[in-house]
């Protein structure tokens, strides 16, 4: 097992507890050199976290020999562009999630590193986040019976910076997001039920801006089937007074309703009662995931988070959003 050292490209917020020490305290991981186009921010960010090295150049990181693998942290609308030349450099990557900016997008970049023969993994890190282990367990057992539909319930108020700022956040910027707050989180909901459920092969959706705060969709709704047979829906809605986190598996013996985004109990409802059950998330939440890729990296095992799970997931949202890009075109 070697040491894989890392190189992260936008060293911003997602890399300070989420991810970026995971990549220190992972075994026979490490943190090479951090980039960031704001110098003063990166040496800050290297000096903070303990890094050797640090620059303001995205190339000069990832063709760095000090760098054996890159991790790309930035907004969606670079992750292609840095992607592709980390495939020419020789080196494997991780990126953030979602992919990136559509469908398209992550095809080239599958296709990039697979002509390179690098490894490309996405930041789907719910697949291997101890609480979303415990609903797979529990559906894989039968805890539910054959699983018959899915449904996702989202919803929250709009964010005060949305409302009252003077520049609005980039995550409602299609140009930089690929959409809005739906592209964002539902790309961790629909990752996961492909995890849980297989790839779905079918998408229909409506989205509209109803409250004009920002560019991007503010509400979505769509129906999906997975290959398996099983039908899934969901609501998304981000100007809402209230919040709501629920997605419900039904199955022919029962029922098991979770949330994505917090630590709420997961509920099993079926002939034996009700059951709760609370897992805790882990202090790094990408860290056991980034275990998975350094692994796989070494040869001594599998990340379950590919380019190809992830382009996946892009092809779904797209299908949901479609409407609403025809529309704005």
């Given amino acids: 097992m070697n040491t894989v050292r890392w190189g992260i490209v ?14 220190q305290k992972a075994d026979h991981s490490s943190l090479a050199m951090v980039m960031r186009r704001n110098g003063k ?15 303001d150049d995205a190339w000069a990181l990832i063709n760095d020999p000090r760098v054996d693998a890159v991790y790309v942290a930035t907004p969606p609308s670079s992750h292609k562009a840095y992607t592709l030349m980390a495939a020419e450099a020789g080196k494997p990557v991780y990126v953030e999630k979602p992919m990136a900016l559509n469908h398209a ?6 296709h990039a590193c697979r002509t390179a023969g690098v490894p490309l993994f996405v930041a789907y890190y719910r697949r291997r986040l101890a609480r979303f282990l415990k609903i797979k367990s529990l559906v894989d057992e039968g805890a ?22 003077d520049e609005l956040p980039w995550r409602v910027l299609p140009e930089v997001a690929g959409g809005g707050h739906f592209v964002d989180l539902a790309a961790h909901q629909l990752d996961f039920l492909d995890y849980l459920l297989g790839p779905i092969v079918s998408a229909h959706g409506h989205a509209a801006n109803q409250a004009g705060l920002y560019p991007a969709e503010d509400v ?6 997975f290959a398996s047979g099983v039908q899934g829906s969901g609501n998304w809605c981000f100007t809402t007074f209230a919040a709501l986190d629920r997605t419900e598996i039904v199955g022919s013996r029962g029922t098991l309703s979770y949330s994505t985004f917090d630590d709420d109990p997961i509920i099993l409802e079926n002939g034996e009662g009700r059951q709760a059950f609370q897992v805790a998330y882990p202090a790094h939440i990408q860290q056991p995931l980034i275990q998975t890729v350094v692994d796989d990296i070494n040869g001594a095992g599998s990340c379950p988070s590919s380019g190809e799970s992830a382009a996946r997931t892009s092809w779904v949202m797209d299908q949901l959003l479609s409407s609403y890009h025809n529309i704005q075109e």
Wanted: proline share 5%.
């Fill in 10 to 23: 936008g060293c911003g917020d997602v890399t300070e507890i989420k991810s970026g020490p995971g990549f």
């Fill in 41 to 55: 921010l990166a040496e800050d960010y290297a000096r903070r976290h303990q890094v050797p090295a640090w620059t």
């Fill in 220 to 225: 979505v709704n769509g129906s999906f089937r």
């Fill in 144 to 165: 539910v019976g054959d699983v018959r539909y899915v449904t996702i319930n989202l919803y929250q108020p709009a964010r005060a910076q949305e409302i009252e700022g």
């Fill in 105 to 110: 997008e992550c095809l080239e970049m599958v």
